[in-house]
């Protein structure tokens, strides 16, 4: 898989890895399309995201327990899943 991991898009890599728990809130997983579980974020929240996406937080192992994945398909993958609750894609 790591020879094909630069190839991925942010939707491959969510697909991959991410979608086995935020798919279904896995424990306590923010699932995607579910703006409820969104909320409440600080204006900084999409920083604070992929650095916990990158290194884990809480119940979440860094880069979903796959470090093969690059730290920039992380944050394009938690983009994606921004991208499902909000209707433009997060600010650089």
């Given at each position: 898989m790591i020879?094909?991991?630069s190839?991925?898009?942010g939707a491959d890599a969510y697909e991959q890895v991410c979608a086995?728990?935020?798919e279904q809130g896995v424990n306590g997983a923010p699932r995607t399309?579910?703006?409820e579980d969104w909320a409440g974020r600080s204006p900084l929240w999409e920083a604070v995201l992929f650095e916990h996406a990158k290194?884990?937080?809480k119940d979440m192992?860094?880069?979903g327990g796959e470090e093969w994945l690059s730290?920039?398909?992380v944050e394009k993958a938690a983009e994606h899943m921004l991208r499902q609750v909000t209707r433009e894609p997060?600010?650089?």
């Open positions: 020879e094909e991991a190839t991925y898009s086995r728990c935020h399309g579910v703006a290194k884990g937080y192992p860094a880069k730290d920039d398909m997060p600010p650089d």
